[in-house]
């Protein structure tokens, strides 16, 4: 987490103590982070792996809102500000390495770190600006451009996900990932 706080939230930020404290967790796929109906007190940092976000719709059906991969944070967040019951599940879909931080050492930190406040508001300005991007990609893109663009962004990481939770992601059916995929092949 010290390197990537380094790189992209202060360059001026040395090997000096976080302003929180941290822990860490390495574990195997299918470990879940976050339970539906639970609330969430934790933020993660993905060090190695792939952590999916899903929620089950009315039917009871899957559905897969987000995947984080490594050097991103991640968490139930409406769950985590509002202390209200996570709608989400996350579960770990690789063996995985993580760092995290309670909400109570995190908010303790706010009171006293500059840099605590900016890691937090860059924070929750790129996951605002992820889901914008998301919402507007679904009302202005076709399944197979949101496709070419996870392959663009997020290519070796893809052979860890199954057709089906690719689908699932895109929202679109199997069948008609499969039809995308060997478009593709044949261009």
């Known amino acids: 987490m010290k390197n990537y706080i380094k790189q992209n939230i202060d360059n001026s930020f040395d090997d000096q103590e976080l302003p929180f404290a941290t822990e860490n967790i390495v574990g195997h796929a299918g470990t879940v982070f976050c339970k539906i109906g639970k609330v969430e007190d934790k933020i993660y940092f993905l060090k190695k792996g792939i952590v999916q976000v899903n929620l089950l719709n009315s039917k009871g059906d899957e559905r897969i809102i987000d995947f984080f991969f490594p050097n991103n944070f991640f968490c139930s967040y409406s769950s985590f500000l509002n202390s209200n019951p996570s709608d989400v599940e996350i579960i770990a879909l690789t063996d995985f390495e993580v760092e995290f931080i309670t909400k109570d050492n995190l908010y ?8 605590a406040n900016k890691l937090g508001r860059i924070e ?16 202005t893109k076709t399944a197979e451009e949101h496709y070419l663009e996870l392959i663009r962004v ?24 499969s039809r995308i995929r060997r478009k593709k092949i044949k261009n």
Do not use: C, M, W
């Open 124 to 139: 929750t300005e790129k996951l605002y600006l992820k889901k914008v991007k998301r919402e507007k990609d679904f009302l």
């Open 108 to 115: 303790k930190s706010y009171n006293n770190s500059i840099l």
């Open 154 to 177: 997020q290519s070796p990481l893809l052979t860890f996900l199954s057709i089906d939770k690719l689908a699932k992601y895109l929202g679109i059916h199997p069948e008609s990932l």
